[in-house]
């Protein structure tokens, strides 16, 4: 799927796309629970999005990195559109610097050995 055939309301969005700009991580509260918001811009070769990164993958993703967004939501804001990955989607950053040394020892590691 491109990013130019995405619709407003539309669920279960497969996409792979390049981060081209991420702002400041902000900390709101909402129903006293503490959330971390970010909004990026994702592109891919048919345009861009607005991306909205909530807690741990407003902190994961940096400009210039490509990631995947399985079972992802697009909604509207302000008369345009804007991805999420939402409460039962997935983002993975598939390469770039994001990954952390955690992530890159335990690949080392062959499986059962652990």
Known sequence: MK????KSGQGKVDIEAVVKT????KVMNKFGNELKLS??????????IALTL??????????G???KITNGYVSEF??????TSGKFGKLEV????SKSKKEESD???????M
């Open 3 to 6: 990013l130019k055939e995405l």
């Open 94 to 97: 598939i390469n770039g610097d």
């Open 65 to 67: 990195d490509k990631i």
């Open 54 to 63: 909530w807690n741990a993958d407003a902190e994961k993703v940096k400009v």
């Open 107 to 113: 690949e080392d590691i062959p499986d059962g050995a």
């Open 78 to 83: 302000n008369g345009k559109l804007q991805l």
């Open 39 to 48: 909004n990026a811009i994702i592109s891919d070769d048919s345009g861009d």
């Open 22 to 25: 991420k702002g400041e991580v």
